[in-house]
């Protein structure tokens, strides 16, 4: 007699069903083999812890000055210090700076002090400050020991500030401005490309006009001009507002332009024209249908306007126009290196902020091809 499995896979105890990814699934599976955009991808995440608690990270107080040393140079971190009897003992430390005269520059220059040690340790005590606005706390990752001690890592600004530190809350400014004005030309983008794909006609029309002449616009002077506007006696606060709706600006252009492409193509299928009969207002077709199918092509693209914002707002600053002191940000700091005096006898003004934009944007352009090939469905 003859028995028919009905089901062989659950008849059989060792034959194991597939794995049956979903689209998000699918898009993570090939994210991960774009190795550069995977490494990316934690670079980026670095820097945005670096910006959320800035302050465990930081040195010294960013606004805490030293007279005796202007432009001093970074200080090497040496691990074995000499006893007394020649042998070497492991220990962090770094070798205090002093000032002897350089008779062919005839200038006073920097230099290490062999017989000034300065403890370096982790977790140590330092200036308080309040994690995330909330909880008290005066423990710092990394620094001198003492209190008393002053490390320059990167070296030092004219005002004898600490760079390290000043980059590293310089962080949070210009990588919060390029979030939140992608967040900012995302709501624009999205719904103005919406509207416009969505009914056509005269509405389409008079979008794309205004996009077409946002887009003729050049890019820096219109900046500058809407930058100019803002009142010098104004509070950064509401400074660093104003910039981020200035680097908005621009960005939401493209969006609404590929937005209105994919609604085009989207606005008779039949999935739309069911949610439709359904009884669906249009914004609910929209915002519930139209946007989640493409969702992932959205996010690839706002992950590659980030780079451009934070240029936007670097360069903004860098030429005066943008946010001021005492504003710490990237592009303030690049402003300090604009003079070719400084460049030379302090370069590290320019080159440790430059290389952290560097850095900065490199990843989150990476991250950002990796996120839209993974998004593409045609894309092996």
Excluded: C
């Excluded at 200080?75 to 002093?98: C, Y």
């Excluded at 200036?127 to 995330?132: Q, S």
């Excluded at 939401?252 to 439709?276: H, M, P």
Aim: net charge neutral; charged share 15%.
């Amino acid at each position: 007699m003859t028995h028919i499995i009905s089901n062989p896979i659950e008849a059989t105890d060792d034959v194991a069903m597939p794995d049956l990814l979903g689209p998000w699934g699918l898009m993570w599976r090939k994210f991960k083999r774009h190795k550069i955009a995977y490494v990316s991808m934690y670079i980026v995440g670095i820097i945005y812890i670096l910006a959320l608690f800035g302050e465990f990270f930081t040195i010294s107080d960013i606004d805490k000055t030293n007279a005796r040393a202007p432009f001093a140079p970074p200080q090497a971190i040496h691990f074995f210090v000499e006893n007394d009897d020649g042998s070497s003992a492991f220990q962090i430390h770094a070798k205090g700076l002093k000032l002897e005269l350089n008779r062919e520059e005839r200038r006073r220059i920097f230099v290490e002090d062999p017989n000034k040690i300065i403890p370096l340790g982790f977790f140590v005590q330092g200036y308080e400050y309040k994690i995330l606005g909330l909880v008290s706390s005066n423990i710092h990752l990394f620094g001198p020991t003492k209190a008393t001690d002053n490390f320059y890592f990167l070296g030092a600004d004219r005002l004898g500030r600490d760079i390290a530190s000043r980059i590293i809350m310089g962080t949070r400014v210009s990588m919060s401005i390029g979030l939140v004005g992608v967040l900012v030309s995302l709501l624009i983008g999205v719904s103005l490309g919406g509207i416009s794909g969505y009914y056509g006609g005269w509405i389409d029309n008079i979008i794309q006009r205004v996009i077409e002449f946002i887009r003729s616009i050049p890019t820096i002077p219109l900046w500058m001009g809407l930058a100019a506007a803002i009142p010098l006696g104004w509070p950064p606060l509401r400074t660093y507002f104003v910039v981020t709706l200035i680097v908005s600006m621009i960005g939401w252009t493209g969006l609404a332009r590929e937005v209105r492409g994919k609604f085009l193509s989207l606005r008779n299928e039949d999935f739309i024209v069911a949610a439709r009969l359904d009884g669906l207002t249009d914004w609910e077709v929209i915002w519930k249908h139209m946007v989640p199918s493409f969702s992932s092509h959205i996010i690839a693209s706002l992950t590659l306007a980030v780079p451009l914002m934070i240029l936007a707002e670097t360069s903004l600053s860098f030429l005066g126009i943008g946010l001021q002191p005492p504003i710490v940000s990237w592009g303030t700091l690049l402003k300090e290196a604009q003079n070719i005096r400084t460049i030379i006898q302090a370069p590290w003004l320019l080159i440790a902020p430059g290389t952290m934009i560097v850095v900065a944007v490199l990843a989150l352009n990476f991250l950002g091809d990796g996120l839209r090939d993974a998004a593409d469905p045609n894309s092996h």
